[in-house]
């Protein structure tokens, strides 16, 4: 019997330099093509992912420069439109001084209260 999956991120920027995207985001994608009922839940910093307009181009490590920086936002979007929901903390993009006009579309706003009840509707919790 298929399981509903819910990833939350709460740490952002994860595995970045290495891979030019997010590892949880990536996996979700793979997942939704395998056939697998996912959403995403982004808290904390990682609410940070949704915001329209990121630019890495400066990145560097002393003389290592990151040649093929993240495009998060993109990532986000991309996502949303494949059809799988992604959602965010609302009082956690207040805390990062976000207002939803300074995200992608698609996420969807949810309070901290919530949150519980988000997760009752999955069979399977996963935080990263």
Request: net charge neutral; charged share 25%.
């Amino acid at each position: 019997m298929p399981k509903k999956i819910l990833h939350v991120v709460r740490s952002a920027y994860r595995a970045t330099i290495e891979e030019q995207d997010d590892t949880v985001l990536w996996f979700t994608q793979a997942m939704k093509g395998a056939g697998a009922d996912v959403a995403v839940l982004l808290t904390e910093n990682a609410v940070n992912y949704a915001t329209e307009g990121q630019d890495c181009s400066g990145l560097a490590f002393g003389r290592k420069k990151q040649t093929q920086p993240p495009t998060i936002d993109a990532e986000v979007a991309k996502i949303c439109s494949k059809g799988i929901e992604v959602l965010y903390v609302a009082e956690d993009a207040k805390a990062l001084g976000l207002e939803p006009t300074d995200l992608v579309g698609g996420p969807k706003s949810i309070s901290r209260k919530e949150v519980p009840a988000l997760f009752a509707r999955y069979d399977l919790v996963f935080r990263w």
